[in-house]
């Protein structure tokens, strides 16, 4: 089989917050770069050169210059768009059920797709996120459909993405990428094609399997480690510690590298990609637990703000953060919606204000959006998402306000403290 002609067109395969900034980067190289997205919106859009993805630092500006340049185009019809291209990325969302289980609905989709318009001497790579066998047993048998065989009549290779959002150019320009194929062919097509791609150091491993499990282990040590300084948050608050003075001066030893406790653990990554090692490949019990751990931090979160204001039947609570993390719009598993059901189920009057989503947005997620203009009578606030906007936040506007809790060990007790509310912590 002849090696693709990566000066072909190149195919990306969801347009969401990671898809639009690859596609954008590769069209950024030189590249003759075609988005597939189900959304005619987010079609529209891109092809006006502008970008339906908010806060992601450069995108604007690079987005317009691609397509201005008539490197970038978008469609529906993925099918036609793979039939026209020497290399297809895919990078759809693999997020769970309500069971916690694996959902590969949207990337048996896309596959079925793809398959519809795969041609011979294709180069496929699978960016998304994924348990350890899909790329080469899922998708690639998938693609098959097409009557084309892997490894003889197209490549295929697993090469997770490992970006941050709101920083994805410079993490594609910093971290090695690591490719994998389902064979030596492959794994060298994809390390060629991704030369080509990015600026940064491409790292091959043995296979795509190898490469699947490399993004598992990433997320379950953030994951764990994020369980632990938990876990030690709570045990220095009995003991009166100030649990960042002590992981501080934990971290001053070079063996240590303890990461932050807070309310809770959010986005696609990390409260989902452990899953993918437990049901995939378990049993996992550390892996289990640190899920465990962490998704009960809301609870203790509750029991905090229950011990302060005696109770949580019939108080107001404002949380200050709907998205998972600071600055970012995106909602996925975030912590606000964990924290909000347990206040809820024990009798709190929840109120939720993020300055990046409107009220609508707040609303459809059956939560009962709040405005700081004029900041409401609320019981207690609770700070989830530290966005820029609250920096300059006064919370003495607040009134009523006997409590705040610092999800993020973010404030100023003193600060607080000096409002007349009483400060606390996660292990502070």
Do not use: W
């Amino acid at each position: 089989m002849t090696g693709p002609d990566q000066s072909g067109q190149v195919c990306v395969v969801g347009l969401g917050k990671i898809g639009l900034p690859l596609a954008v980067q590769y069209a950024s190289r030189g590249l003759q770069v075609v988005g597939c997205d189900l959304s005619a919106e987010v079609v529209e859009a891109v092809n006006r050169g502008q970008s339906p993805i908010a806060a992601e630092e450069g995108l604007d500006e690079r987005l317009a210059a691609a397509v201005g340049q008539g490197l970038l185009r978008a469609t529906t019809d993925t099918a036609a768009a793979v039939a026209g291209s020497r290399t297809v990325v895919i990078i759809v969302p693999v997020l769970l059920t309500a069971a916690n289980v694996p959902d590969l609905a949207a990337l048996d989709a896309a596959t079925e797709t793809i398959a519809r318009g795969l041609q011979k001497d294709t180069l496929v790579l699978v960016e998304s996120t994924v348990p350890v066998g899909t790329t080469r047993g899922r998708v690639g048998t998938g693609l098959e459909a097409s009557g084309l065989t892997m490894g003889r009549d197209f490549r295929l290779a697993c090469s997770p993405e490992r970006v941050y959002s709101g920083r994805i150019f410079a993490d594609l320009r910093a971290y090695p990428k690591v490719v994998g194929g389902i064979d030596e062919e492959s794994t060298q097509a994809a390390a060629r094609f991704y030369s080509q791609a990015l600026d940064a150091t491409i790292f091959t491993v043995r296979d795509a399997e190898t490469a699947e499990f490399v993004k598992l282990a990433e997320s379950v040590y953030r994951d764990v480690n994020i369980a632990l300084a938990n876990e030690l948050a709570r045990t220095a608050a009995q003991a009166g510690v100030d649990v960042g003075e002590a992981i501080a001066a934990a971290n001053s030893q070079p063996f240590s590298h303890i990461h932050q406790p807070g309310v809770g653990v959010g986005g696609h990554c990390m409260p989902v990609n452990p899953y993918f090692l437990i049901d995939g490949l378990g049993p996992a019990p550390l892996t289990s637990l640190a899920r465990q751990i962490n998704d009960g931090m809301a609870q203790y979160a509750g029991e905090r703000l229950a011990a302060a204001l005696g109770g949580l039947s019939g108080r107001r609570v404002l949380i200050l953060g709907l998205a998972y993390r600071a600055n970012v719009k995106e909602v996925a598993y975030s912590s606000a919606l964990l924290l909000s059901r347990v206040l809820s189920e024990a009798g709190a009057a929840v109120l939720v204000h993020d300055p990046l989503f409107s009220p609508q947005e707040i609303e459809e997620l059956g939560l009962r959006p709040a405005s700081l203009e004029p900041p409401p009578a609320v019981d207690a606030v609770v700070v989830q998402a530290y966005h820029d906007e609250y920096r300059g936040l006064d919370l003495s506007a607040f009134q009523g306000c006997r409590a705040v809790l610092d999800g993020r060990n973010v404030l100023s007790r003193q600060a607080v403290e000096a409002c007349g509310m009483k400060y606390l912590g996660i292990g502070r």
